[in-house]
């Protein structure tokens, strides 16, 4: 009896690592900063999202829920009440109520503090009681549940404590104290920090949530090179990869222990077009601009064959688009997601002969090569299908940070860009961020090529401040149609997300392209 008393003592110690279930995942670079209200950068809050938490938070189908907020309710056209969540501590344990919401708020609004932008209108936080706290707006602000996934709360004695009360500010390379070290509210809590090398995670034992994931530990290495991040998943150093290339699906795909998890991602691949300048920069027609006319602009509509980017570029994964916001965004019209025109090459040589081009003419195409999945190919691809309708493409393709000037500046006549209507997830901001005139103030950040319709900026402010949610979608949906039939921009499709993993580990993969530790689960 003794020695199988011991036996199974044995066992049971034996067992006890085993059941540990640590992931370790990689990424094609680091996180900028653990600052959370330090930086815009898409995988950088992505990734802090699993350490510190906001009043809501999105599902994997990228619906929002509570979160530090367990209810509210809006008191007024500009005042929303939020009810927090009772016994709730960081990860020092130091109890959560509604003085670290102000704190928040208080140093979102620090130089250095980018993620203030994404709240928007909001204009004070006040407290209520210690678990209530009212949002004020400077208007309707129907998008506020969806901003405040990104108020990423902060303890205010901890701050304090370590002389992290304001925000790092990459831009002058002032970091705070909060940019090396961490004391969220989130399911994980961190355990060390060696930029350019790891960031190790472990499991938040007190953690606010009934988790649905089973993980003890986690390890992020970024791995810049395609190549070395499928190496390291066909040798087991680590877990996932959150992109690899589409050429090595095969590749993992042929290996029994590894799987491929791909679906559409939120961003819209799109062609645009300079409608500001009289003359284009790079173009052999001189005294006028060919894209102003709308029937030039179908022209190349319907020059570029979707299906055949779709089947030889993309290797059958992309998802052809008809409109500028991805289907699965928050508001979207989905029903005009169709093309509004046909590949056909014969009605682009017409067009262009009736816009005064029977012989076409030069321009100007600007692209990346290391922004978006297989650019480069795309872009070449398409510069042979506009030859045969006798439009003669001068190449730009050029690295990410010589063509994002470019873009920035307008120093385009025709070029490639792309947005996921992040960070946000909603059909507005597609609106608000690339389709807007764009102003020295606020709107039309991305709007590249200086598209402007008076009638489309009327229901995107409209639709900025409508509380219903019928009404607003009608807006948004009048707006994109406009858009769509006046050809402002050429949607071609929302491009794949590829990620990879040892076979049995659940992702929750979602279209916004972030990984949820939250919601992984190990075999």
Sequence with gaps: MRMLAAIMVAAALAAGPAAAKSFAWAFNADVLTLDPHASNNTFTNAFLNNVYEGLTRHNAKLEIEPALAERWEIVSPTVWRFHLRRDVVFHDGSPFDADDGLFTWARLNTPGALVRRTIGAVTE????????????????????LFALTHFFVMDREWSERVGATTASDLSAQRE???ARQANGIGPF??????????????????WWDRPLHNLTTVTFQPIRAAATRTAALLSGAIDATVEIPPQDIPRIEQNPNLQVVQGPELRTIYFGFDHFRDELLDSDVKGKNPFKDRRVRQAVYQAIDVEAIRRSVMRGQSWPAGMMASPLLNGAPADLNARLYPFDPEASRRLLAEAGYPEGFSVGLSCPNDRYVYDERICLAVIGMLGRVGIRVQPQIEPLNVWSRRVNTHDVSMFMLGHAGLPLIDAWYVLSEVIKTKTAATTGRLNSGRYSNPRIDELTQAASRETDEAKRRALMREAF??????????PLHQQPIVWASRRGIELAQAPDNRLRLRLVRMP
Excluded at 191 to 206: G, I, M, Q, S
Aim: aromatic fraction near 4%; proline fraction near 10%.
């Design 125 to 144: 936080v006040r407290k209520i009681d210690a678990c209530t706290v009212e949002f004020v707006t400077s208007q309707p602000f129907p998008v506020l």
């Design 176 to 178: 705070s104290p909060a």
């Design 481 to 490: 149609a406009l858009e769509r039939e006046d050809i402002a921009h050429v």
């Design 189 to 206: 809590r961190l355990v060390a920090r060696e930029p350019d090398t790891r960031t190790a995670l472990e499991a938040n034992p007190r």
